[in-house]
């Protein structure tokens, strides 16, 4: 129900004036009209395609237990699984097109490949860490195993004797050292083929992702023919650490190089119009917006150092005590002490190489929380709001 409302318009020509009476209609709520429904949220499926959803996968895996394990001799939680992943899609599909079109019924498909794979994956990540765990537990329990060396400790001693002190301390110093190198190389090679740019910046980029897929016994033997055997240098931490950023450099590189492309180009053109150089607006301008960006890139220059075995085992060698001189002989570290762990024929040694293991994946899990606080951008402190007493007397008015 409308109400109707006469307006009259005057138009004034060259010849004269023309009246014209237009009509305004006022829309009036309907008072018995039922009460609106709330929409649901766009992509947030009902309960019915939930239901269907569920359904579907619940009644793949009855009918691929029957065919794995009944009718065909295909025993085994393998066979299960795959059988299920193929009927669950078929089923899912078959459903969905039931009461939907077939952008629908590809959309449910993609999407149960999607979510399969992404369960693999973690599968796959969960029984690692838990099968690595699970073989190291016992020399996690004595508080030595974490602060003394293997200085005078046999194989086959208790874990109550000998400890990675020292190989924790070993990939420390050679972390920071190869940390300190890349971080400024690598973010500067960024800036360089980002802001800078010209013919030169392509054969860097080209160099760059070139050496991203450099395996990392070439790095290794670089710097053992480099530094150790043309210059005459020692094996030592120093030169594992130098191995160590030959590997984390073109990742950090190329994943800063990435970050700095995503900046907003009206960010730089801002700055330069308020007068500021090229050099303050990478500094104050697009370095700080892209550091979140920044330390993500350092995150996987370090993941990649970290657990690199052979340029460290050709660069620094194996130590059993405590060295805090980087140039000062060969230096431990996990990935080393790991590796020659799990060598051992004897079971102790072995139990102790995973017990390394499970302290090497808690370093890289505490470094990346560390680096992700730091990463955050700083929150906008909450202050209270204050309303005038003009603002209160026309509210309550």
């Known amino acids: ?17 023309t009246t014209r009476t237009a009509t305004t209609y006022l829309p009036v709520r309907d008072l018995d009209a039922p009460p609106a429904v709330r929409r649901a949220s766009l992509g947030r499926p009902t309960a019915e395609e939930r239901f269907t959803v569920v359904g579907a ?64 994956v973690g599968a796959a990540l969960v029984s ?5 765990v699970y073989r190291g537990w016992e020399p996690l329990l004595h508080l030595n ?15 109550d004797r000998g400890g990675i002190g020292h190989a924790i301390l070993g990939s420390a110093i050679e972390l920071g050292i190869a940390i300190a190198v890349t971080l400024p190389l690598g973010i500067g090679t960024a800036v360089f083929m980002t802001e800078v740019g010209g013919r030169f910046a392509v054969v860097v980029r080209t160099i760059v992702e ?26 030592s931490g120093f030169a594992a650490a130098m191995a160590l950023s030959v590997m984390m450099l073109p990742i950090i590189a190329r994943a800063a190089d990435v970050v700095l492309r995503v900046v ?6 801002a700055s330069l119009a308020l007068g500021a150089s090229r050099w303050r607006t990478v500094w104050h301008v697009v370095l700080p917006t892209a550091r979140p960006g920044l ?50 024929p004897e079971p102790m040694d072995i139990e102790r190489a995973f017990a390394a293991a499970t302290v090497l994946l808690v370093l890289v899990l505490v470094l990346f929380v560390i680096a992700r606080l730091v990463a955050r951008p700083p929150r906008a ?16 008015s």
Request: no cysteine; net charge positive; glycine share 10%.
């Open 57 to 120: 996968w619940v009644g793949a895996f009855a009918l691929a237990w029957i065919v794995t394990q009944r009718l065909l001799p295909l025993a085994g939680p393998a066979w299960l699984l795959v059988a299920w992943f193929v009927l669950g899609l078929v089923m899912s599909a078959v459903t969905t097109s039931m009461t939907g079109r077939r952008v629908d019924v590809v959309d449910r498909v993609v999407s149960g490949v999607v979510t399969s794979g992404a369960l693999v």
């Open 264 to 269: 907003p180009g009206g960010l730089r053109e």
């Open 381 to 396: 402190s909450a202050r209270p709001r204050r309303t005038t007493r003009a603002k209160r007397t026309a509210e309550e």
């Open 128 to 132: 690692t860490v838990v099968f690595v």
């Open 295 to 344: 330390a993500t890139a350092l995150i996987l220059g370090v993941a990649r150092g970290v657990g690199e075995t052979s340029p460290v085992l050709l660069t620094s060698g194996v130590a059993t005590f405590f060295v805090t001189d980087p140039t000062d002989g060969v230096m431990n570290s996990l990935p080393l002490y790991i590796f020659k762990g799990a060598r051992s």
């Open 210 to 235: 070139a050496m991203t897929a450099l395996p990392s016994i070439v790095a290794g033997l670089f710097v053992y023919t480099v530094l150790i055997v043309a210059l005459g240098f020692p094996r």
């Open 1 to 17: 129900m409308s109400t109707t409302q006469d307006r009259t318009a005057h138009d004034t020509t060259a010849t004269g004036t």
């Open 145 to 159: 195993f974490f602060i003394d060396d293997m200085a005078g400790v046999g194989p086959r001693d208790p874990f």
